[in-house]
């Protein structure tokens, strides 16, 4: 049985409603020096794009169903924090992930039509436009947790067990994160801004990748409660007898139904549905079972 979800009008519900929003504490600190040095009114306009840049996220997260806890606001950009990634169909993260920086390609569509209406003047819809693109392209590169990260650990989950596809898109996270770190160093004036920033992701990817078992077991969890669609893809996998059953759980896709062949003293090959072994490691409470107990 499939879960079906709901779209859910505005109308009926705002999607900032039941969300906390939380400013940093070192963003304060950014306000008081843009007052100092006279930009403050830029780092206003650049906490609104940020704003704005979230509430696509949440948008699109909750008329998909998604339950949002809260928007935590950082000097440098701003997270919206969910429990969905990972427990859901891979085309609602793309979905999510993207319509951030969708938000930030439609202001600057907003800003150019201002500018050509007389509004704004050409200095300030360049400013505006500029740290629109700026924030959308960033975001866009595939380093976890940016939005880019978020599509490209989704799409690693089409063709990948779900547990490898959190490693690789973790491990390329780090990288990632350490490659821009490194551009922010390079020549004589540091980017320490940029180095901040590559900190951050640096820091994001290596406690996510701690913490990939547990994400790992949410994924589990949630397909023992909620079995894919009818219409996912089958996958065969071919299994020895005497191979744990734990090794096998992490074959495990994403997208896909799995039937497990395993075969026996004969030679015969029996097939398994991806229940049995669901059931087997959470109903009867045996981790340490072989595949051959399953057909025993």
């Keep these: ?43 206003i306009t650049l906490f609104v794009l940020v704003l704005i840049h979230e509430m696509g996220h949440v948008t699109v997260a909750k008329s998909l169903g998604w339950r949002m806890t809260d928007v935590q606001l950082l000097p440098f950009g701003g997270v919206a924090h969910t429990d969905e990634w990972g427990t859901v169909p891979a085309r609602e993260e793309i979905a999510v992930a993207l319509a951030g920086p969708f938000h930030n390609v439609m202001m600057i569509l907003f800003g150019y039509f201002f500018y050509r209406m007389g509004w704004w003047s050409p200095e300030w819809t360049n400013y505006f436009i500029h740290g629109n693109a700026l924030m959308a392209g960033f975001n866009l590169l595939p380093i976890y947790p940016l939005d880019g990260g978020r599509v490209l650990q989704a799409l690693f989950s089409y063709h990948l067990p779900y547990r490898r596809a ?87 896709r994403k997208e896909s139904y799995h039937v497990l062949l395993v075969q026996d003293l004969r030679g015969r090959w029996h097939p398994l549905p991806e229940e049995a072994v669901l059931r087997r490691f959470f109903d009867e409470k045996k981790p340490d079972s072989r595949m051959g107990d399953l057909i025993a």
């Excluded at 963003?27 to 930009?39: A, E, M, P, Q």
């Design 1 to 43: 049985m499939s879960i079906r979800r709901e779209w859910c009008p505005l109308n009926d519900s705002l999607p900032w409603q039941g969300i906390h929003f939380r400013i940093h504490g070192l963003f304060w600190i950014v306000i008081l020096t843009s007052v100092i040095t006279g930009y403050f009114m830029e780092v």
């Design 166 to 252: 959190l490693v690789w898109s973790l491990s390329g996270g780090w990288v990632g994160g350490g490659l821009l770190l490194l551009y922010s160093l390079e020549g004589s004036k540091w980017d320490l801004n940029l180095a901040m920033i590559a900190l951050f992701l640096i820091y994001s990817n290596v406690t996510a990748f701690r913490q990939r078992e547990f994400q790992y077991m949410r994924f589990l969890i949630r397909r023992r409660e909620s079995p894919v669609p009818e219409d996912a893809r089958i996958v065969e996998i071919p299994v020895q007898r005497e191979e744990a059953l734990t090794n096998v759980m992490r074959k495990l």
